[in-house]
């Protein structure tokens, strides 16, 4: 009797004290809060739960005007879906929200999860290493992985569905291995022990998160979760210093920097840019090096592969898709089995409208977040400083102002001028502002090679409405990624 007295005493007063502490110029609360925990029993449960609330929680925030605040136990955050808004917030505060810690046992100070002070300085050094002069070299890279891929998928073609998961993902991996660290990740046999230690972190962070009471690191120290996660971390890192010892002495040694991994193929890797900027301006330390290194191979070939994933699925889901993007590959290459240049990218536009549009319909990083350095006024409300403030990517792509056809696979309307919104920040992929996607064009350059050796070779057949999806951090498919494919004649 007491006890229930006394809950609806602290009910009203929460209820009060919100209403008193609410100010007009700050956005709605999302319904549903309770007192104490807020929304936190939202989310609740495995990562399909996860990614259908997140997704509810998106058509919600629409409804009520594209920005709202929502409550994880004790602590009040925002969340956005308006386009215009996140574009404001996101050219004008730099640092990333506390959440992005649950990253750093992993990734240090690498670009993704550092601190503004140690990030503006790195992004400054590394973004060079992303310069069109520098991806043009790694197209040999690029081909020859298509071509290895399109071997491998060969053992497939005929028999029906088949998860094409592990090829494309061991795949990108291997990609990555060679443009980041120059060391072809087949030849040490450490790929599969990798992209296992990847998904157990990917899959500790997401569950950390769904569960406030192991934000703190003090309570996350006691649990089961963080001794999986060190025992990943152990493993990613050991292959990090395994690589970076290595070529370091082969540096000292005299070995050249400009790499023949693959027959054929001359490029830097990025591991070795990192490794002269260290020498000549005393850039990074060993430990910063391996952060930097370990952060462009998990934001590079987990990210670029779903995308391909999806796109497989979506091209095999839609024949027409298909046959035009084939008919452009043709038509661009020819007829032959010549490598994709450079100056062929640019003439696949169907392709890269193929592409946009996957990234649109599934938006594999789906949200993100910052912390607010400083209030900001947006078109109807001001945020106060010191807040987290999340940003729904996949929500901004599927934002009305996309149209009545918001939710259909056209690519198409990436051609026809005046068919795309009217707004800056409509396709929301690869974020805005100078935190932006620093592989934006790696991801395009080596996503399109890819799908244009394989469309050219199969024929691929599938079924996107049979897709459960689940927030593993990315957004990924509950049961696999289904294909067919048949050797094209
Ligand atoms: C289709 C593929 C990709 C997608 C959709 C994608 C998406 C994104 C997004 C949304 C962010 C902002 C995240 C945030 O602020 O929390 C980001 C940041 C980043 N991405 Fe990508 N990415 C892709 C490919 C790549 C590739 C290929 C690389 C490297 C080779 C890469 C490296 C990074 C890095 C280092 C950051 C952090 C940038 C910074 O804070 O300065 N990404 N990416």
Redesign the pocket.
Same mark, same amino acid.
């Given at each position: 009797m007491w006890t229930v007295a006394l809950l609806c005493c602290a009910c009203a007063a929460y209820w009060l004290w919100s209403r008193k502490t609410r100010n007009t110029t700050e956005p709605p609360v999302l319904p549903g809060a309770w007192p104490i925990v807020g929304h936190a029993l939202r989310f609740i449960g495995d990562s399909c739960h996860l990614w259908n609330k997140v997704n509810d929680m998106g058509n919600e925030i629409h409804d009520l005007g594209g920005v709202a605040t929502f409550r994880l136990g004790p602590r009040s955050l925002y969340f956005l879906t308006d386009p215009d808004d996140s574009s404001t917030i996101l050219n004008t505060c730099l640092e990333?929200d506390d959440i992005y810690e649950f990253g750093k046992p992993y990734l240090g100070e690498g670009?993704?999860t550092a601190k503004l002070s140690i990030?503006k300085n790195h #992004?400054k050094l590394l973004n060079p290493a992303f310069n069109q002069s520098v991806l043009d070299t790694f197209m040999g890279v690029f081909n020859s992985q298509s071509r290895k891929l399109v071997r491998e998928l060969e053992k497939e073609a005929g028999k029906g569905p088949f998860d094409h998961w592990a090829y494309i993902r061991l795949n990108a991996l291997e990609t990555?291995g060679l443009t980041s660290l120059g060391v072809d990740f087949t030849d040490l046999n450490l790929s599969t022990q990798y992209l296992e230690a990847v998904e157990i972190m990917l899959s500790t962070m997401i569950e950390r998160f769904a569960k406030f009471w192991w934000h703190s690191p003090y309570t996350f120290a006691f649990s089961n979760l963080k001794r999986r996660q060190d025992a990943s971390i152990k493993i990613l890192h050991n292959t990090a210093n395994t690589v970076l010892q290595k070529r370091k002495s082969e540096l000292t040694g005299n070995v050249c920097s400009e790499r023949s991994v693959i027959p054929g193929t001359k490029f830097k890797a990025f591991l070795d840019l990192v490794l002269e900027l260290s020498a000549e301006k005393g850039a990074f330390n060993d430990r910063e090096i391996r952060e930097q290194v370990d952060?462009?191979i998990i &934001? &590079?070939h987990d990210? /670029?592969a779903n995308?391909l994933l999806f796109t497989m699925i979506l091209l095999g889901s839609y024949p027409e898709a298909q046959d035009k993007a084939f008919a452009e590959i043709q038509e661009v290459l020819g007829d032959g089995d010549r490598d994709v240049e450079k100056t062929d990218l640019s003439k696949l536009v169907y392709l890269e409208a193929v592409l946009k549009e996957s990234?649109r319909m599934f938006t594999? &990083?789906p949200v993100?977040a910052r912390k607010l350095d400083k209030d900001v006024k947006l078109k109807n409300y001001t945020l106060s400083a010191g807040m987290s403030c999340f940003f729904s990517?996949s929500a901004i792509n599927k934002h009305p102002m996309w149209g009545p056809d918001v939710h259909e696979f056209k690519p198409e309307r990436w051609l026809e001028p005046g068919r795309l919104p009217d707004k800056p920040f409509a396709f929301a992929?690869? /974020?805005t502002g100078r #935190?932006?996607?620093? &592989?934006?064009s790696?991801?395009l350059m080596s996503?399109k090679t890819t799908i244009a050796h394989v469309i050219r070779n199969y024929r691929i057949t599938a079924d996107h409405t049979k897709l459960k999806l689940k927030m593993d951090v990315m957004l990924k498919p509950v049961d696999g990624y289904y294909i067919s494919i048949e050797k094209r004649t």
């Open positions: 990333k670009l993704f990030w #992004r990555l952060t462009m &934001g &590079g990210t /670029s995308v990234m594999i &990083g993100m990517l992929a690869f /974020s #935190r932006m996607c620093i &592989g934006k790696y991801a996503m």
